[in-house]
């Protein structure tokens, strides 16, 4: 198998396989994950989370991929049969779509992020992948995959460990990492209370993003090893890595190395929009004149289920009853029907209507603003109906004893939530 400068010769994504943990509830979006998976949550106007992984896959070259589902999966399930359905199997291509369905017994769902591959050995066999690429599924970013599967096979690693550089005391939500200069791997530490810095970066540390690169062979065996010990939590990050990092070689693949930047992005963007404020500033960063993360890239393109909608209508030109959108992102299918938008992000089918505003808004697929609403600093869910003038965002008060209020002043608002106030 070729490694170093002869990759472009025979990549070695051509042997590789995908393999996307997807069953996460992510309980910190509070209703946003009531009824689907944190993957499944919708990003960026017409994608979920999810299709970052996928689709950087696919553009890394691998073209054997595998999802593992479980928390709530059926809008993930149904998106990636609509949206994922190309690959096809007389290409030597294959997407596998693999719910926890008490495959090794009886009673056993995915116990954890190493059970959920361990209970599809037998699937992953058939494919025959010489190495084997483990993803999170519920992180938004770009990466080229095959400059990770380079060095892990130039390094002679038993497993190589995707992380990010963040503020040290930022760390404490991940796995953690402790490097020699070699960014050998002599510690792994899970959410660490106190991570340890960088080598000369000491107020720095090197968290997990939860992507992980082994020969298929050697991870067999260790998930073997790890279903017959007593006590394991099954997973990654907790079992699996520490024990290689003890027993083997364990290596740290810098993000900065791999990462895929159009000429518009200044620097690596990595976001795990994990929380409410989190997702909502991910989502609003990309109406900046100049994003953080470049979806407009043609070259490293964001694949998703893309419905077939009508071009976005804005109609009415009168003084305060004028469709105009300023700073935003509005998707197709959208309806500005004398309403306006500033620095917002509409994803599709919205409608708003005569004299609605929103500023700083989050408007999930086929929300309706009723007429004269206003909405500042929000994020809706997905079908929502507002009723006609409704306020939110100027009085912090009435929104939190309404609405989910973060303590940035953020307002998430389910039809649940409005069906409570009659």
């Not at 490097?179 to 000491?202: A, H, L, N, T």
């Not at 005569?354 to 697929?365: N, R």
């Not at 100027?394 to 953020?410: C, H, L, N, Y």
Request: glycine share 8%; proline share 5%.
């Amino acid at each position: 198998m070729a490694s170093g400068a002869d990759t472009a010769s025979a990549p070695l994504a051509r042997g590789a396989m995908a393999f996307v943990l997807a069953g996460g509830r992510g309980s910190r979006l509070m209703e946003l994950t009531d009824r689907r998976a944190k993957p499944a949550v919708f990003f960026g106007g017409k994608s979920r989370i999810i299709d970052f992984a996928l689709s950087n896959a696919v553009n890394s070259g691998i073209r054997r991929v595998a999802v593992a589902t479980q928390y709530k999966a059926h809008s993930l399930i149904r998106h990636l049969q609509r949206g994922w359905n190309f690959l096809r199997h007389e290409r030597n291509e294959s997407f596998d779509i693999l719910p926890a369905s008490q495959r090794t017994s009886e009673t056993a769902w995915y116990e954890g992020t190493a059970d959920a591959v361990y209970q599809n050995i037998d699937i992953i066999e058939d494919h025959a992948p010489r190495y084997m690429v483990i993803l999170a599924g519920d992180h938004v970013y770009k990466m080229d995959y095959e400059r990770m599967l380079a060095q892990h096979v130039e390094s002679g690693a038993d497993v190589t460990v995707g992380c990010v550089t963040v503020p040290r005391m930022e760390a404490t939500g991940f796995g953690v990492m402790h490097v020699d200069p070699q960014d050998r791997i002599v510690q792994f530490m899970e959410k660490p209370k106190d991570p340890p810095g960088i080598p000369g970066q000491e107020h720095m540390a090197l968290a997990s993003m939860g992507i992980y690169v082994f020969e298929t062979k050697l991870l067999f065996d260790q998930l073997r090893r790890d279903a017959a010990t007593q006590g394991s939590h099954r997973d990654f990050g907790r079992d699996i890595i520490p024990f290689l990092v003890a027993n083997g070689k364990a290596v740290a693949h810098r993000f900065e190395a791999s990462c895929v930047r159009s000429s518009a992005e200044s620097a690596p963007y990595w976001r795990d929009a994990g929380t409410v404020d989190a997702y909502w500033e991910a989502n609003i960063d990309l109406t900046d004149i100049v994003p953080q993360l470049d979806l407009f890239d043609r070259d490293w393109p964001i694949w998703t289920y893309a419905e077939v909608t009508p071009p976005a209508k804005f109609v009415h030109d009168e003084d305060g009853r004028r469709g105009e959108a300023i700073s935003s992102l509005v998707s197709g299918g959208c309806i500005l029907s004398g309403a306006g938008a500033r620095r917002s992000l509409l994803f599709t089918g919205v409608h708003m209507h005569s004299y609605a505003s929103v500023d700083g808004a989050v408007l999930l697929p086929y929300v309706d603003v009723g007429r004269g609403a206003r909405l500042k600093d929000v994020v809706v869910d997905r079908g929502v109906r507002i009723p006609d003038g409704l306020v939110v965002g100027e009085d912090p008060i009435e929104d939190a004893r309404r609405f989910r209020r973060t303590e940035k002043g953020i307002c998430l608002i389910t039809q649940a939530m409005l069906d409570r106030l009659g």
